[in-house]
T-cell receptor, first 112, second 111 residues
Framework: EPEVTQTPSHQVTQMGQEVILRCVPI?????FYWYRQILGQKVEFLVS????????KSEIFDDQFSVERPDGSNFTLKIRSTKLEDSAMYFC??????????FGPGTRLTVT | GQQVMQIPQYQHVQEGEDFTTYCNSS?????IQWYKQRPGGHPVFLIQ?????EVKKQKRLTFQFGEAKKNSSLHITATQTTDVGTYFC???????????FGTGTRLQVTL
């Protein structure tokens, strides 16, 4: 069964550093998403991406965040200058369009 | 913005007991999805409800969408240890772009 994959599974970085989280969505899906989950809390929407552009973003997704689909398979989330409060699990998801979203296993980001 | 509350936040049951989580929205929903997240895992889609008053069953799980399309429930009959995890509702207000997850109900099942 096709699945969303994410790398790395765990990323440790120092405050102020840039990180890039990578995702490979399910191949025939057209909509891509990033969510984050701070430990013990609910899953929060960050951004959605369709047709090579951002379709919606939350207030969390400020100028420090960007997304890109650099080729036909990868979907990346970049955080330019990480802060301690960016520490969280970041989930990538994709959907064919019917709004049922399939989540990847997540990348645990730890900012020290 | 839309407020989505789930109750209870946490429930601990003994294996074999039933469990119900409720999801309440401040606004009318076009549809609602339910996801399960195992400890240390990622959200996994369970079901989508679209019609007012809709009831769907998946083995021991029964999902219901309220008549006014503002609330939903998930009921598990005779829980098993494999049911352990956090159950999130994710209402859809009509925009195709995002899921707004509820606060979640963490279920713990012991023998």
């Amino acid at each position: 069964e096709p699945e969303v994959t994410q790398t790395p599974s765990h990323q440790v970085t120092q405050m102020g550093q840039e990180v890039i989280l990578r995702c490979v969505p399910i191949s025939n899906h057209l909509y891509f998403y990033w969510y984050r989950q701070i430990l013990g809390q609910k899953v929060e929407f960050l951004v959605s991406f369709y047709n090579n552009e951002i379709s919606e973003k939350s207030e969390i997704f400020d100028d420090q965040f960007s997304v890109e689909r650099p080729d036909g398979s990868n979907f990346t989330l970049k955080i330019r200058s990480t802060k301690l409060e960016d520490s969280a699990m970041y989930f990538c998801a994709s959907s064919e369009g019917a709004r049922v979203q399939y989540f990847g296993p997540g990348t645990r980001l730890t900012v020290t | 913005g839309q407020q989505v509350m789930q109750i209870p936040q946490y429930q601990h049951v003994q294996e074999g007991e039933d469990f119900t989580t409720y999801c309440n929205s401040s606004t009318t929903l076009s549809n609602i999805q339910w996801y399960k997240q195992r400890p240390g895992g990622h959200p996994v889609f369970l079901i989508q409800l679209v019609k007012s008053g809709e009831v769907k069953k998946q083995k021991r799980l029964t999902f219901q969408f309220g008549e006014a399309k503002k609330n939903s429930s998930l009921h598990i009959t005779a829980t098993q240890t494999t049911d352990v995890g956090t159950y999130f509702c994710a209402p859809d207000t009509g925009t195709a772009s995002k899921l707004t997850f509820g606060t979640g109900t963490r279920l713990q099942v012991t023998l």
